[in-house]
């Protein structure tokens, strides 16, 4: 913008970029500007949803999008989910972070949920321990039983 040069407009609503502009314009120019801003194309922003879900892959989202919800568009938890140890991974100014969420704790409102932004991978644990007792009894129900016998 000519007078007050250029404004980052990504990961903001219509409503706050107005107001951004209203105060650049209120610093030095006008008195109680009032500006409208409407858009024209939105961009699509891409998240990885990956782990013990239903659907890995790379989802394109057309908004704002929370960690339940990129959960419920990947299908769902996987049957050996361990929704206590969900990782979501972002790069801030080239430098990559993880943060752990509890799932249980956010749907029972104990905790926050979490607002995911472009480029963010979210990986959700395996409970490996539980597939592989699952293994067992299914495929050697007879070694299960001689193991009770035994005690």
Known sequence: MPLIGTLPASGKTAAELANDINARLNTRYLRNARTAVSVVTATNYTVTVDGAVIKPGI?????????????????????????????????????????????????????????????????????????FFRDIVTTLPSAAAVFVALR
């Open 59 to 131: 989802y394109d989202i057309p908004g704002r999008l929370m960690l339940s919800q990129a959960l419920a568009v990947a299908g769902g938890a996987a049957q050996f989910a361990k929704m206590n140890e969900i990782v979501v991974f972002r790069d801030i100014n080239g430098q990559r972070y993880a943060a752990r969420f509890d799932m249980n704790d956010i749907r029972t409102g104990q905790a926050p949920d979490f607002q995911l932004r472009q480029r963010d991978t979210v990986v959700v644990g395996y409970n490996s321990a539980a597939a």
